[in-house]
C-alpha cells in the first residue's frame, strides 16, 4: 500500500518537473524571440510594447458580398457563416473576445440546435439554443485563445438547427433559420512590439498585408517644404495607397513633429525636422528605417538626401524596387525608371488590346472553385476604362467554361451568370456530357466532373467602371418522397481560367463632366497609370490639409491603377505653362490664387473664407417634349446663381473643361476648413459615400454626399465618322424622322428626273 503511494507522489512529482521545465523552455524561447524581434543592427534595444484595442464589426469581415445589411443569414441544417481578420506583424494578441448577437427560430429544439464557433477550424464554442424562446436577439461573449490566432484568421459561425425528432425532417425547411446581427464584434487587445530595423521588412511595418483596416500613415516634413519634397512624398504616398487598394488610406502631415507610430519622413542636409538635427549628412538618394524616438516602438522611414532631386530619386527607388532592399540603411546609386505607360494599360483594369483570361483578373486559380451543400457565387471583379464606347454594339462577347459535378435533378440544376446584380444569362447544367470532346481527362476522374462552353453577350448598359461578375452554380434538392431525399452531401463546380472576355476594338469617347468616373477609377487622371499627363497644384503656401489632400488623392489614384504616380507634375498656381495640355487636379485654396483665380466662372460651384457661390441648372423641357425627343437629357445650363454666408461643415469637388486646353478637365477640391476637407477625403474612400459622387459638382457634408450637374459639357476621345454622326442624331428621333423623310422626298425626286429624262431619250430615238 506504501509502495502504491510512493509510486502516486513519484509520478506526480515527474509530471510536475516536466511541467516545469516545459514552462521554462516556453519562457525561454519567448524571451529569445522578442530579442529578435527588437534586435537593430549591432545593438539590443530594451523591448517596450504599447496595447490597444481594436473591434471588428462582423459587418467589416463578411467574405459573403450576398449577406448585407442588418443581419447574417444562417439557414437550413448546416447553415455557414466565415468571417476573416488579420494581425500586424508588429503586434501581438493579447485578448480575445468575440462579441455575439443573434436571434434564432422559436420552431428550434433547444437541445439538438445550436451554434457551433469555430477559429482557424479549432472549435472555441458552442451556443446552444435557450429552451425559452426570446424575440430580444440574444448576446454572449466568446473569449477567444490568444494562441489560436495567427497572421491569417478565419472565424466561422455553423449553425446546426433541427425543428423535429424524426426521420421526416427537411433540411430546407424554412423554420430552420438563425439571424446574427452585423453589429456583432470582435474585441482584440494587442500589444505592439518593436520590429528590426531592416528595410527587408518592407512594405511592413507601414503597410501591412494582414491589417484589412484603412491604412493610416502619418508623413513628417520640416517647416515649408519645397514642391520636389512634396512630389516625393505624393510618389510614395501613391505607392502606398497602391498596396493598400480596397482598403483605403489616410496621410495625415506634421511640420516638425514626430508623431507616435511608424512614419514617413522626408528630409535634405539642408532642411530636415528638429530631431534629425545631429544626424549626419548623406552623400546621395538614402533609404534609412530607424526606431520612432516619441514612442521608442515604432518605426520611422526616412527618405534623405542632399537635395531635392535626390529625394526623388530615394522616393522611385522605393516605389519601384522595394523587394531589393536590406538592412538598416540603403543608398540610391542609380534608378532607371521604366518607359512611360501607355494609355489604358493601368495593370488593375481590364486590357484592352486583346481578350482576357479570366484567371488573369484574380489573384490565384482557386478563386474560381467552390464547393460544399450550399454553394457561394464565384466573384470576378474588373475595372474597365470609363471611356469605352460600346453604343450600339450587340455586347461584349465572352467564351464562358466551366466544370461541375453531375446534378441529381437536371431540369432544376442551373449556371446563372450576372454581372453587378443584373441578370445576364442562365444556362441548364447536364447530368452528363453530350460530346466526347467536352470529358475532362482525368486519372480515374473521366466522368466524375462534367464540363459546358458557351458563348454570350453581355449589354453594354449593364457594364459600368468597376464591374462585379457574379457565377452562382445551383443543384437542385429533390426529394422521391415524405421521408426520402437525394440530396448530395457536396458538390464542386469552377469557371475555367481560361474563359475570356473581350473589350478590345471599342474606341474611346466620353461626356464630361463626370465626377463618378474620378470617384470610381480617379479618371482621367489614371488614363496613364503612371500620371505622365497629370499636374496637381496646390496653394502657394500649403497647410498640413492641403498636402495631406494631396497625398491621400494621389493615393487614392495609385490604388485604382495599381502603380505608382511615378510622372506627375507638382506646381504653384502661378506656373500656368504646366497646365497645358494636362489634366489638372487643383487642391485647396490653390483655385483662389494666381492665374486659376480666373478659372471661377468655369466652375459650378465655390467655397471659400468669403462665401458660398452655388449655380443652379435649367430644369428638364416638359414631358411632351420629351416624349417627342427633342431634349431628353437635363440641361446643364446655368439659370441662376447664388451667393450664401454660411457657417458649417462642407467640402465641394468640382469637375468642368480646362480654360487652357480643350476636352482636358479640371477636378478641384476645396472646403470651408480643414475638417471639412478630412470628410471629403473620407468620402473618396467610403463606398457608401463615393456612389454618390457624380455630375459636375458634388456636396459634401459630414457622412452625406449630394451631386448636381451643371455647366458646360464637354466630350473627350474620337468617334468614328458615322458613330460621331449617328450617335447625336440618335439623341432626337424626331429630327431623324425628318431627315428621313426629307432624303426620301431627295432620293425619289432624283430618280422621277432621271426617269424623265430615259424616257424623253427613248421618246426622240
Known amino acids: 500500500m506504501d509502495a502504491s503511494k510512493d509510486t502516486k507522489k513519484n509520478g506526480v512529482y515527474m509530471e510536475v518537473k516536466k511541467s516545469l521545465a516545459g514552462l521554462f523552455f516556453f519562457l525561454f524561447g519567448t524571451v529569445v524571440h522578442a530579442a529578435t524581434l527588437v534586435s537593430s543592427g549591432p545593438e539590443t534595444r530594451e523591448m517596450t510594447t504599447r496595447e490597444s484595442v481594436i473591434h471588428y464589426p462582423l459587418y467589416k469581415l463578411g467574405e459573403d458580398e450576398d449577406q448585407t445589411g442588418d443581419v447574417f443569414k444562417l439557414r437550413s441544417t448546416e447553415g455557414i457563416l466565415n468571417f476573416s481578420f488579420g494581425t500586424r506583424m508588429d503586434q501581438v494578441v493579447e485578448r480575445a473576445v468575440f462579441h455575439l448577437k443573434f436571434n434564432y427560430s422559436p420552431a428550434l429544439i433547444p437541445i439538438e440546435s445550436h451554434i457551433k464557433i469555430l477559429l482557424n477550424n479549432e472549435v472555441v464554442k458552442v451556443v446552444s439554443i435557450p429552451k425559452e424562446y426570446s424575440s430580444i436577439p440574444l448576446s454572449i461573449d466568446v473569449p477567444l485563445d490568444p494562441r489560436l490566432i495567427t497572421d491569417y484568421n478565419r472565424l466561422e459561425l455553423v449553425f446546426i ?127 534609412e528605417i530607424m526606431t520612432n524616438p516619441s514612442d521608442g516602438v515604432s518605426r520611422l522611414l526616412v527618405i534623405f538626401g542632399r537635395n531635392d532631386k535626390d529625394l526623388h530619386t530615394a522616393a522611385l527607388a522605393l516605389a519601384l524596387g522595394h523587394s531589393a532592399l536590406s538592412g538598416q540603411l540603403a543608398s540610391v546609386v542609380e534608378v532607371k525608371e521604366e518607359d512611360p505607360r501607355k494609355a489604358y494599360d493601368a495593370p488593375r483594369w481590364v486590357r484592352l488590346d486583346r481578350s482576357v483570361k479570366l484567371g488573369e483578373l484574380v489573384d490565384t486559380p482557386d478563386k474560381l472553385q467552390v464547393y460544399g451543400l450550399s454553394l457561394l457565387p464565384i466573384r470576378i471583379h474588373m475595372r474597365v476604362a470609363p471611356d469605352v464606347f460600346a453604343w450600339r454594339s450587340q455586347g461584349v462577347p465572352v467564351e464562358l467554361k466551366y466544370r461541375y459535378t453531375p446534378p441529381h435533378d437536371v431540369g432544376e440544376s442551373r449556371l446563372v451568370m450576372s454581372i453587378n446584380h443584373q441578370l445576364v444569362q442562365a444556362f441548364n447544367l447536364r447530368a452528363s456530357n453530350e460530346a466526347e470532346d467536352q470529358k475532362i481527362r482525368l486519372p480515374l476522374m473521366d466522368n466524375a466532373v462534367l464540363s459546358g462552353t458557351d458563348q454570350l453577350l453581355i449589354p453594354p448598359y449593364k457594364m459600368w467602371s468597376r464591374d462585379t461578375l457574379s457565377f452562382r452554380f445551383s443543384f437542385a434538392h429533390h426529394k422521391e418522397s415524405l421521408c426520402r431525399d437525394t440530396q448530395v452531401g457536396s458538390v464542386r463546380a469552377a469557371i475555367d481560367p481560361d474563359s475570356t472576355i473581350d473589350l478590345s476594338g471599342y474606341p474611346h469617347y466620353a461626356e464630361m463632366p463626370n465626377l463618378s468616373s474620378f470617384a470610381t477609377l480617379g479618371f482621367p487622371f489614371t488614363k496613364f497609370a503612371d500620371l505622365q499627363e497629370t499636374t496637381v497644384v496646390v496653394p502657394n503656401h500649403p497647410t498640413p490639409s492641403d498636402i495631406e489632400s494631396m497625398l491621400t488623392i494621389l493615393a487614392h489614384l495609385g490604388a485604382d491603377t495599381g502603380y505608382p504616380a511615378t510622372r506627375y507634375q507638382l506646381v504653384f498656381p502661378g506656373d500656368t505653362a504646366a497646365l497645358k495640355d494636362h489634366d489638372v487636379l487643383v487642391i485647396g485654396r490653390a483655385i483662389q490664387e494666381g492665374e486659376l483665380q480666373l478659372w471661377k466662372d468655369h466652375m459650378p460651384a465655390v467655397v471659400d473664407s468669403s462665401g458660398r457661390l452655388i449655380t443652379q441648372s435649367k430644369r428638364s423641357v416638359n414631358l411632351f417634349y420629351d416624349w417627342l425627343g427633342f431634349d431628353t437629357k437635363p440641361d446643364p445650363d446655368v439659370a441662376s446663381m447664388e451667393k450664401y454666408m454660411a457657417g458649417g461643415q462642407l467640402a465641394i469637388l468640382t469637375e468642368f473643361e480646362s480654360p487652357v486646353t480643350r476636352s482636358r478637365s479640371v477636378i478641384s477640391l476645396s472646403a470651408v476648413d480643414d475638417s471639412s476637407m478630412s470628410y471629403a477625403l473620407d468620402a473618396i474612400d467610403d463606398p457608401a459615400l463615393f456612389n454618390n459622387i457624380r455630375g459636375s459638382v458634388s456636396f459634401i457634408h459630414p457622412h452625406r454626399v449630394d451631386s448636381a450637374l451643371v455647366g458646360k459639357i464637354y466630350t473627350i476621345g474620337y468617334l468614328p465618322l458615322w458613330t460621331s454622326i449617328w450617335y447625336p442624331l440618335s439623341m432626337h428621333p424626331i429630327l431623324i424622322m425628318i431627315l428621313g423623310i426629307f432624303v426620301t422626298v431627295i432620293v425619289a425626286i432624283l430618280i422621277w428626273k432621271a426617269l424623265r429624262s430615259l424616257a424623253a431619250n427613248r421618246m426622240g430615238e
Open 161 to 287: 438547427g433541427h425543428y423535429t425528432n424524426d426521420q421526416c425532417e427537411d433540411p430546407l425547411n424554412t423554420t430552420l433559420w438563425a439571424d446574427v446581427d452585423s453589429n456583432s464584434d470582435l474585441e482584440m487587445t494587442v500589444a505592439q512590439i518593436p520590429l528590426k530595423n531592416d528595410l527587408g521588412l518592407l512594405p511592413a511595418p507601414f503597410f501591412d498585408s494582414h491589417d484589412n483596416t484603412r491604412l493610416d500613415v502619418p508623413f513628417v516634413f520640416p517647416d515649408a517644404p519645397g514642391l520636389s519634397m512634396m512630389q516625393a512624398a505624393g510618389i510614395v504616398s501613391s505607392w502606398l495607397g497602391k498596396l493598400a487598394d480596397w482598403r483605403g488610406s489616410i496621410f495625415p502631415v506634421s511640420m516638425n513633429q514626430v508623431p507616435p507610430g511608424n512614419a514617413v519622413v522626408f528630409a535634405t542636409n539642408t532642411v530636415r525636422p528638429g530631431f534629425l538635427h545631429d544626424h549626419p549628412n548623406v552623400n546621395g538618394p538614402v533609404l
